[in-house]
């Protein structure tokens, strides 16, 4: 049993989590814009109202100058302007509350920002300004940034206030989504679990498929169809091939037992055991059909891949079953055969074309006609062979190539019934397509197969 | 008892009973067999012992097959060797025979056909001196094709001249289906169909006319022999 683990540890968490990040990111920017906004015109507000200021203050006689500036130390302006002095031109105090001449200060230079250490007042961050006087002396006022502190608290404040129910939100919407996930991923634990366990007509919940889980699972259900269809197919051909070897099995038994019961011995006996022989080798020519089709599936066999001249095939095989024709008076015939090559697996090739020339003689009656060549389709070969047998009904075209088909008509034929099966694994061996029709209009109807794969050169080279 | 003339083979095979049932079926054919169990015994035998054929099993305990025939060939031995194996892989196959192993059989196989392949190996096939086949009452002609029985030309087509040569050059040996059909035609699958019972059936109404002595008979669940001797 597979634990569904905890919502932390779910997809869908993660990404609340990570929203959750980009979410407090964005406040934070939002904040330090809003912010750096304030600040510049605060800032460019200070200096305009210190400009104001010196521009009056200057313009006074000296002792009126010396009476502003006793009083700006006093009053209640040193809020505003904390700093006021008088300096003489080797920036010597005259007169105001700045101790000592703010160091980095250019007379008549633009304002600065800078940290100044008023009589009574302790440091204080400032805007500054130095202007020189008629007589030389200079004057420095520093105008404090209190509003910009204000600024700063409100900001941060409102910063606190937003983003953390935000990111609050943000989470427990997270963890909900996941909780949801989680049950549905359970749901779907539970599902795979009784497959697994052998329930293959168990399906995952795919709802409409909406969304991507849904979708996924979907896939999944449709991938458990093709499955059991498989495994269907293979249980339905093991009952087939269980019961072609029981059949020949059982008649071997049976023999066995008359004979080891008859009262004649010597020949009978003979006879009992040459039957129990041939039965027991179509056995195992079952068997070995089978494997043959698996070995040849499993792929294994292209290192033996080399050029294979077809039309040289078609000769090779008409040469090899052209008595079994004439002796089931079938005209065995060669046509439309041109010189061309693939690259293929000579003996399988060859083990191609005599089951497909085999099963035509086998099906085709007396007097009928089987006609078998090689040419070309363009930059394709196609091997073909037509015959003037039953032929194969459209339904079964597709089944008969298949792994371990066997029509029922088959069934009472001489042979392992398997040889379309391997017919079809060597076409799929070589990525040659097979194509199943009939030969001709009616009434002169019958089987046309058709192999076409990549040629390799047309023509003798 | 088997006579203690009959070609000498050392079977190495781990099946005992399987080994037995093959000892005990070569013993009725004449041959002397000598079983062995593993791997390492059996190479150890076969160089020191004396044997005309040896039939190796594959897959055996302590030392592989195809291991043991490679070691074998390295030895300077050139015992024929027959190769026995359960896997029906045809590229299994070739890598027996480019192991050093001289034939191959698949598990399950017939008695008859084992024998007839020791036979095949002890026996090399004849060879022709003047390019002229001199078998009993045939005259084969591998220069200008023709082939003559006592007086009478026997008219062939390519296909069964070819197998009428292959049995010349074996005459009074067992040949199976699997072994013409590998040599003669160079196939390595089995047809469903009695294929070569029927060209054989073929070459045999222009070989054995009428009121002739029949020199191709068929072996009882086994295979073909071109009989000369009596």
Redesign the interface.
Known sequence: MSTPGSIFSTGTFRLSLGSAGFLAAALLLQSALIFWQTTSYQIMRTDLMLSREAALITAQSRPVLDQQLRMRASDDLHLLIPGAGLFDAQHRVLNGNLPVWPEGLQPDGPVRQMVVNPIGQGPRSVRAQALRLRNGDILVLARGLRDLEEVRSVVLRALLLCAVPSILVALAGGAWLSHRALLRVGIMHRAIDRIMSGDLHERLPAGRERDDLDRLAGSVNRMLDRLEYLVDEIKGVGDDIAHDLRTPLARVRTRLERARSSPEGGEFMGEAI?RA?IDL?QC??VI?AL??IG?IENG??R??FATVALDELVA?IF???E??AE?RQIALVVVDCEPVRVHGDR?LL??LL??LI?NA??FTPEGGRVEVGAETSGTNAVLHVADTGPGIAPAERVAVLARFYRSDKSRHI???GL?LSLVGAIARLHDARISISEAGPLPRLGCLIEVTMAATSIGRP | MPRMTGPQVLLIEDDGKLALDVAEDLGVRDFVVTVVGTGPEGLERATSGNFDVLVVDRMLPGLDGLALIEQLRRQGSRTPVLVLSAL????DR?SGLKAGGDDYLTK?F?LAELAARLEALLRRPIEARESVLHVGPIVMDLIDGTVLRGNRLIELLP?EFRLLEYLLRRPDCILTRDMLLEDV?H???????N?VD??I??LRRKVDAPGEAPLIHSI??AGFMLRISN
């Open positions: 040459e022989i080798d195992f020519a070995t494997l043959r070995e294994r066999r290192a033996a090779d040469d090899l079953y008595p079994i002796a003996d060859i083990e005599a089951n085999d003689i086998k001489a042979g392992n040889g | 029906s892989a045809v590229d070739i399950p017939a296909r035609w196939y390595r699958f089995i047809p469903q169909t294929l029927v060209h059936g073929k009882r669940g």
